[in-house]
């Protein structure tokens, strides 16, 4: 299934998200860059988050949104994603919040690759309000209930 989002560049150095790999085996998420240098500083220190603008607004249909992932290779060297929620009524400038949770500082150029762009089906649930819940085999386990 093919979605159309409509892409309204808004800096000269913007570039339109891209999927590295396509096809049956394609990637899950299309690469976003940034569109304005940025220097994020060391974690724990002003400066180690912030919002870099991509240039670029989306005009999602009523039925899709997106969420920003983070790309492996800047995680690994500390640099992570953070409020990566669009939906589909925004358009204004999609701006990637970032992080640098390492101890060196991380500069950003124009047209590097800062996130990842995941398409998502937009479900309303309806929440119903309950005395309780029907039991299940994992119960209320959570963290570290599975031994990790």
């Keep these: 299934m093919q979605v159309n989002i409509k892409v309204q560049k808004l800096s000269l150095n913007a570039q339109l998200p891209r999927y590295a790999h396509t096809g049956p085996w ?6 976003l860059y940034a ?5 994020l500083a060391p974690a724990g220190q002003p400066g180690s988050t912030q919002a870099v603008p991509t240039g670029l607004a989306m ?3 009523a ?12 995680a690994l060297r500390g640099l992570t994603t953070l409020a990566g929620v669009i939906d589909p009524g ?12 390492g101890q060196t500082i991380v500069d950003i ?10 398409l998502v089906q937009r479900i309303e649930a309806q929440f119903e309000e309950v005395t309780q819940l029907l039991p299940a085999p994992r119960g209320d386990a959570g963290f570290g209930s599975t031994g990790a």
């Design 26 to 31: 394609g990637d899950l998420a299309a690469d």
């Design 90 to 101: 925004y358009r204004g400038e999609l701006k990637i919040v970032l992080t640098n949770l």
């Design 63 to 74: 039925t899709h949104g997106a969420l920003v992932e983070d790309r492996s290779g800047l």
């Design 109 to 118: 150029a124009p047209g590097d690759r800062i996130a990842q762009l995941r």
């Design 59 to 61: 005009e999602f249909p």
């Design 35 to 39: 569109s304005a240098p940025a220097t």
